[in-house]
């Protein structure tokens, strides 16, 4: 992995103190780069054989962004999409959950359209100080990179408090990095609920691998890495959800789900079983659509899916009904009829809002009346607990659904559900 280049600005920010009130202020630019990471304002030339003003690089950014286990792949395929990097997301050495990936561009922007990834848990700037220990940290150009990173969050979206993630985060090290860091961005330390999070951690092991292959035969000290987290929550906190509804939907999850289904502008969307609507409103923000239409026998849940659908901006587009999703004939008139191009589910699992033996007839029930609802060539995408249950239903269903591809199986809260992806035959 390439290591940050030592332009103490590499995030392309404005090099940003603050007055003594502790109100943020932007100071003057250093390196070459304006405040919007642009060329500085060259002088006029003064003789013929002046070199010629050189144009500087753009700037990179290196976003760390984390994911649940098992969506490594979704969220890599949606960074290549959304933000066309010059080269892939690639794995964080020694993690199952995280991607690294450098991005070009003013800063600001960069960070926006970070935001707009919904597969990934968080995102975080990644500045690398080849330091050996924290203390290192607070000393000018050092602490200069990290509140320029800080002050570039809060532009994308504002934070009141900061906290550490760290070992040794209740040291006098830190203590007095939080001081520093509270006078030159005038956020409030907050060590247990800090708004906006910066971890600090050991560099990765790569970094000395690569030293060594340079022709060093002793190990490198692998600095210190530190994190900026984008935003003063994790990009998986949905906005939208005003409505608590127990066994909600991962939203993440949900956005892979929506993901491996491929959406389409003009298709028809059906979400069965649908609880407080988490897969339909992942599935309406991620692409238009001719008609989405929820399906729950709860109204304690259609009513949280239509409060959370408002908070979403989405509920004229929506169609909430109350009845058996395993009964088509008795919603399908009120639902605009067959035809659905997609259809998502997350039935029941354990207790919560059925039965661990009642599961055969649900999964049975649901490929059943999803079949029935869409004409070939449909997709239906399946989030569920019930692993053995539903690999023994889709083999079972084999006359009407096709898998194109093996179960997606998350890691998500010390359980491993399962996506199914399957065509209507
Ligand atoms: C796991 S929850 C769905 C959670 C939802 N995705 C969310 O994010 O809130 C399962 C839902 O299935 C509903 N359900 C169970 N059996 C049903 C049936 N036969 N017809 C319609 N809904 C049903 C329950 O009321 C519950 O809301």
Redesign the pocket.
């Known amino acids: 992995m390439a290591r940050e280049r030592r332009d103490p600005r590499p995030t392309g920010t404005s090099r940003t103190g603050t007055s003594r009130t502790g109100t943020p202020r932007t100071g003057a630019p250093r390196g070459g780069t304006s405040r919007a990471g642009g060329p500085s304002r060259q002088q006029p030339s003064s003789g013929r054989n002046q070199p010629r003003p050189t144009t500087p690089p753009a700037p990179t950014t290196r976003i760390e962004l984390t994911f649940l286990p098992g969506l490594g792949d979704v969220l890599r395929d949606e960074v290549a999409r959304v933000l066309s990097p010059a080269r892939p997301a690639t794995p964080v050495p020694g993690r199952d959950d995280a991607l690294v990936v450098t991005l070009t561009g003013p800063v600001g922007t960069v960070l926006a359209d970070v935001r707009r990834l919904r597969t990934a848990v968080a995102a975080f700037v990644w500045l690398h100080f080849d330091v050996p220990r924290p203390r290192s940290l607070v000393s000018g150009d050092h602490l200069a990179r990290i509140v320029d990173a800080v002050y570039a969050s809060l532009r994308a979206a504002g934070s009141s408090s900061f906290r550490f993630e760290a070992a040794g985060a209740d040291s006098a090290v830190f203590a007095r990095l939080a001081d520093e860091l509270r006078r030159a961005t005038g956020l409030a330390y907050d060590p247990e609920h800090g708004e906006l999070v910066v971890k600090v951690r050991r560099g990765t092991a790569r970094g000395v691998e690569q030293r060594a292959n340079q022709g060093a035969a002793r190990e490198v000290d692998p600095g210190w890495d530190v994190l900026v987290r984008i935003g003063p929550r994790p990009l998986s906190a949905r906005t939208w959800r005003v409505a608590d509804?127990p066994?909600?939907?991962n939203a993440t999850i949900?956005a892979a789900m929506v993901a491996l289904a491929g959406p389409r502008d003009d298709e028809r969307v059906l979400?069965?079983?649908?609880?407080?609507?988490?897969?339909l409103v992942e599935r309406l923000l991620a692409a238009g659509a001719a008609q989405a239409v929820g399906?729950?026998?709860?109204p304690d849940?259609l009513d949280?899916?239509a409060r959370?659908v408002e908070a979403a901006g989405l509920s004229r587009r929506v169609t909430l009904l109350t009845?058996?999703?395993?009964?088509p004939d008795s919603w399908l008139p009120a639902a605009g009829g067959a035809g659905f191009d997609l259809v998502l589910?997350?039935?029941?699992?354990g207790a919560?809002?059925?039965s661990h033996d009642d599961a055969e007839r649900?999964h049975t029930?649901l490929l059943r009346a999803a079949h029935d609802v869409t004409a070939p060539g449909a997709r239906l995408v399946v989030?569920t607990h019930e692993v053995k249950v539903m690999e023994r239903c889709v083999r079972a269903a084999d006359a009407l659904w096709r898998a194109p591809q093996p179960p997606v199986r998350v890691y998500a809260k010390g359980h491993h559900p399962r996506i199914w992806l399957l065509h209507h035959l």
Do not use: I, K, R
Not at 323 to 327: F, G, P, Q, T, V
Not at 345 to 349: F, K, V
């Open positions: 509804f066994g909600a939907a949900a979400n069965l079983m649908c609880g407080s609507g988490t897969l399906v729950d026998v709860a849940a949280a899916a959370n009845a058996d999703a395993l009964a589910a997350d039935p029941p699992w919560l809002h059925g649900v029930g989030l």
